[in-house]
């Protein structure tokens, strides 16, 4: 499978722990995007990388929320001290830098439940 | 700022039937793309569809197709011969040429009926 891949899928912590997420992204895409997912909602915009440098970043990014890509391939997504607001479903998504016509492909998500 | 808007939050079509699913826009800059997503219950969004806004054809995908009207600035995506398995959320997004966001709607629920 070349899709892009995350891990875990479900993730359930208890509120004040910290939680990790990966994201390898198709391995020819340079850019890779997170975004987050709460019920009923689109996916808003988080962060996006190309290759290892980090772009933009979201209001949405609190100081509680790191992402790397060390080597331009996988990345992390840390939320620190998590709370009860975290709870939502964090996309990654990866595509070509060039042209508007560069689709993004998600990953299947990883499901984050703050109890 | 980029805006897409989807009024629709619930839809229904019978089996076979073609169904429409909404979408406006709103941007600025004059290069942009606009994409459909589907969303299945188990949460994994698959590209469906792709319009350039320079294009001067509608695009099709299969039973896909985008009505694209410009000028109206909408972007509306049309399935033809809905099956069962069409039964999922749909989100319509756009990415601006000076921009490297993607911007989604809020989803418009489709059911298909037997």
């Known amino acids: 499978d070349t899709g892009v891949s995350q891990n875990p899928r479900h993730k359930i912590t208890k509120r004040g722990q910290n939680v990790t997420f990966r994201c390898d992204p198709i391995?020819?895409?340079?850019?890779l995007y997170w975004y987050r997912q709460t019920l009923g909602q689109g996916p808003e915009f988080l962060t996006y990388?190309?290759?290892?440098?980090?772009?933009?970043k979201s209001r949405l990014l609190s100081d509680r929320f790191s992402a790397e890509r060390p080597k331009g391939s996988f990345s992390t997504l840390e939320i620190q001290r998590t709370e009860q607001g975290d709870s939502a479903m964090y996309l990654c998504?990866?595509?070509?830098?060039?042209?508007?016509?560069?689709?993004?492909?998600f990953g299947e998500g990883s499901w984050l439940t703050v109890v | 700022a980029q805006k897409i808007t989807q009024t629709q939050p619930g839809m229904f079509v019978q089996e076979k039937e073609a169904v429409t699913l909404d979408c406006t826009y709103d941007?600025?800059?004059?290069?942009?793309?606009l994409f459909w997503y589907k969303q299945p219950s188990s949460g994994e969004m698959i590209f469906l569809i792709y319009?350039?806004?320079?294009?001067?054809q509608n695009a099709t995908e299969g039973r896909y197709s985008l009505n694209f009207q410009k000028a109206r600035k909408s972007a509306n995506l049309v399935i033809s011969a809905s099956q069962l398995g069409d039964s999922a959320m749909y989100f319509c997004?756009?990415?601006?040429?000076?921009?490297?966001?993607?911007?989604f709607g809020t989803g418009t629920s489709l059911t298909v009926i037997p």
């Open positions: 998504a990866s595509s070509l830098s060039q042209g508007t016509g560069n689709t993004i492909y």
């Open positions: 391995s020819e895409h340079n850019r």
């Open positions: 990388f190309q290759n290892e440098a980090q772009l933009e």
């Open positions: 941007t600025s800059d004059p290069s942009y793309g």
């Open positions: 319009q350039g806004s320079y294009d001067q």
């Open positions: 997004a756009m990415r601006a040429n000076t921009g490297n966001q993607f911007y």
